[in-house]
């Protein structure tokens, strides 16, 4: 909150130059952070039996999800999978905090890994780039900014391919940046458009994504709690904090804290972690590494600060498993199985057939009562279909009015039909009547339809 106050006062904001401490918290967010920046450029180009692993085509209402391809009519399993992923992010949130932030979030990975190392790598550490950016236009100046905005867009300009690649597929790409300007305007305009977005962020915008933009900071203010585990200071320990000095301390009268300051020179957003949780922190760890530095040093137990709850810290307790985290648990295992099921028991092709309503039975010649039906038929495939129904009993015959045929990839087909069922083989008012529907030769779904007709005594 330091930072936004200290903006407001200035009426200039308050740009962050934070240390780097390379602990051990520090090399598992970097390895972390090269599996997912590997697994991020080349997801675009991973197929799964031929289909991408992962596409969100907004545009033309088609996902793909390991390989499975999901179109506007399973809406119903996007609804599902968003409740459990907001239980998720609630369980998770009561459990850990804001952790995922500081260790999963692409802003952060980005900014923090990819961003701020080229910038640490170009003009310096924390101190020289205050100097450099406080002092004036020299030549060596304009060199390092101009190189590293430069390769800031480079970058930017790789991710908004990749991004693009997401929504639009690989190969869709891959014809924008080989064929002419002029052959797609749309993708060309929209890679510079993200290119230009990335850019601002990582280069203008940075910490603020985190401190004002994301809700995720305001949701962690209600729903963490005294169990709830999170970056915290350990003040029972820490305080009265005190300069180190050389004089005996024989009443033990001092904390742990020796008021270094080190933990707020590394926070990426500017907090002071010893005035309590604050929704600007990300739990990205840096001042637990930096604090474990300098308690090596003068000879002290490490985790002044860590990974606390507040009763860990005031109650001395042990991390537990709250009634409340069983209950979201619970919910969440149940909705888990339910959209499991839905996902593995889902189909390429999907037929409904409904009895026209209002519709009574004919007699037709040659001893058969016909009912009308209509039937939707659609294609949950990125490929065209040519379907035809069927009866699964062969004394029962289908006469089309509107009779399906070719189906396109994603596409719903409607086909109108009478069912013709001999006289002799109806014994109740409704008979029950088996469809088959037809790809290839090869039975893709059997439902089930009444026929009404007249009880032969």
Request: hydrophobic letters at 45%; one cysteine or more.
């Given at each position: 909150?330091?930072?936004?106050?200290a903006a407001k006062e200035s009426g200039k904001r308050?740009?962050?130059?934070?240390?780097?401490?390379?602990?051990?918290?520090?090399?598992?967010?970097?390895?972390?952070?090269?599996?997912?920046?590997?697994?991020?450029?080349?997801?675009?180009?991973?197929?799964?039996?031929?289909?991408?692993?992962?596409?969100?085509?907004v545009i033309d209402r088609q996902f793909v999800l390991?390989?499975?391809?999901?179109?506007?009519?399973?809406?119903?399993?996007?609804?599902?999978?968003?409740?459990?992923?907001?239980?998720?992010?609630?369980?998770?949130?009561?459990?850990?905090?804001?952790?995922?932030?500081?260790?999963?979030?692409?802003?952060?990975?980005?900014?923090?890994?990819?961003?701020?190392?080229?910038?640490?790598?170009?003009?310096?550490?924390?101190?020289?780039?205050?100097?450099?950016?406080?002092?004036?236009?020299?030549?060596?100046?304009?060199?390092?900014?101009?190189?590293?905005?430069?390769?800031?867009?480079?970058?930017?300009?790789?991710?908004?391919?990749?991004?693009l690649a997401y929504i639009i597929g690989s190969q869709?790409?891959?014809?924008?940046?080989?064929?002419?300007?002029?052959?797609?305007?749309?993708?060309?305009?929209?890679?510079?458009?993200?290119?230009?977005?990335?850019?601002?962020?990582?280069?203008?915008?940075?910490?603020?994504?985190?401190?004002?933009?994301?809700?995720?900071?305001?949701?962690?203010?209600?729903?963490?709690?005294?169990?709830?585990?999170?970056?915290?200071?350990?003040?029972?320990?820490?305080?009265?904090?005190?300069?180190?000095?050389?004089?005996?301390?024989?009443?033990?009268?001092?904390?742990?804290?020796?008021?270094?300051?080190?933990?707020?020179?590394?926070?990426?957003?500017?907090?002071?972690?010893?005035?309590?949780?604050?929704?600007?922190?990300?739990?990205?760890?840096?001042?637990?590494?930096?604090?474990?530095?300098?308690?090596?040093?003068?000879?002290?137990?490490?985790?002044?600060?860590?990974?606390?709850?507040?009763?860990?810290?005031?109650?001395?307790?042990?991390?537990?498993?709250?009634?409340?985290?069983?209950?979201?648990?619970?919910?969440?295992?149940?909705?888990?199985?339910?959209?499991?099921?839905?996902?593995?028991?889902?189909?390429?092709?999907?037929?409904?057939?409904?009895?026209?309503?209002?519709?009574?039975?004919?007699?037709?010649?040659?001893?058969?009562?016909?009912?009308?039906?209509?039937?939707?038929?659609?294609?949950?495939?990125?490929?065209?279909?040519?379907?035809?129904?069927?009866?699964?009993?062969?004394?029962?015959?289908?006469?089309?009015?509107?009779?399906?045929?070719?189906?396109?990839?994603?596409?719903?087909?409607?086909?109108?039909?009478?069912?013709?069922?001999?006289?002799?083989?109806?014994?109740?008012?409704?008979?029950?009547?088996?469809?088959?529907?037809?790809?290839?030769?090869?039975?893709?779904?059997?439902?089930?339809?009444?026929?009404?007709?007249?009880?032969?005594?």
């Amino acid at each position: 909150m330091e930072g936004l106050l200290a903006a407001k006062e200035s009426g200039k904001r308050q740009w962050m130059y934070p240390l780097i401490r390379k602990g051990r918290f520090y090399k598992w967010r970097s390895w972390l952070s090269y599996f997912y920046l590997l697994f991020f450029f080349s997801g675009p180009f991973l197929r799964v039996n031929g289909r991408p692993l992962l596409l969100l085509n907004v545009i033309d209402r088609q996902f793909v999800l390991l390989g499975q391809v999901f179109w506007p009519q399973d809406i119903f399993l996007f609804v599902l999978a968003s409740l459990v992923f907001l239980i998720c992010v609630v369980i998770f949130t009561i459990a850990f905090g804001r952790i995922f932030c500081g260790w999963i979030c692409p802003q952060t990975i980005f900014m923090e890994m990819v961003f701020r190392k080229i910038e640490i790598w170009i003009e310096g550490d924390a101190p020289r780039r205050k100097k450099l950016d406080a002092g004036r236009w020299t030549k060596e100046k304009i060199i390092k900014k101009v190189s590293k905005h430069t390769i800031f867009i480079l970058i930017s300009f790789l991710i908004a391919n990749t991004f693009l690649a997401y929504i639009i597929g690989s190969q869709s790409l891959i014809s924008i940046i080989t064929q002419p300007v002029t052959a797609h305007w749309v993708g060309f305009i929209s890679i510079w458009v993200f290119t230009a977005v990335f850019y601002l962020v990582y280069s203008r915008v940075r910490e603020l994504v985190c401190t004002l933009i994301c809700p995720y900071g305001r949701l962690q203010s209600v729903l963490i709690d005294h169990h709830t585990l999170v970056v915290a200071y350990d003040e029972v320990r820490g305080e009265p904090r005190g300069k180190l000095s050389r004089e005996a301390d024989p009443f033990n009268l001092k904390g742990d804290c020796v008021d270094c300051n080190l933990c707020v020179a590394v926070c990426p957003t500017g907090i002071d972690i010893r005035k309590g949780t604050q929704i600007e922190c990300v739990n990205c760890t840096a001042c637990i590494d930096a604090c474990d530095q300098v308690m090596d040093k003068i000879g002290k137990p490490r985790n002044l600060i860590g990974y606390f709850s507040e009763n860990m810290i005031r109650l001395k307790e042990k991390p537990t498993f709250t009634v409340r985290m069983k209950a979201y648990t619970a919910v969440i295992s149940v909705l888990i199985a339910v959209l499991s099921y839905f996902i593995f028991s889902r189909t390429d092709m999907d037929l409904t057939v409904m009895r026209s309503a209002g519709m009574l039975y004919q007699q037709q010649p040659g001893g058969y009562i016909s009912n009308i039906y209509n039937a939707e038929i659609i294609n949950k495939t990125d490929t065209e279909k040519t379907v035809t129904i069927v009866a699964d009993d062969p004394s029962v015959k289908i006469k089309y009015i509107q009779a399906p045929d070719v189906i396109g990839k994603g596409a719903t087909e409607k086909a109108v039909f009478f069912i013709l069922l001999p006289a002799s083989h109806i014994r109740t008012a409704k008979t029950k009547i088996r469809l088959k529907l037809v790809v290839n030769r090869e039975v893709i779904q059997i439902v089930s339809t009444n026929f009404i007709g007249p009880v032969n005594d």
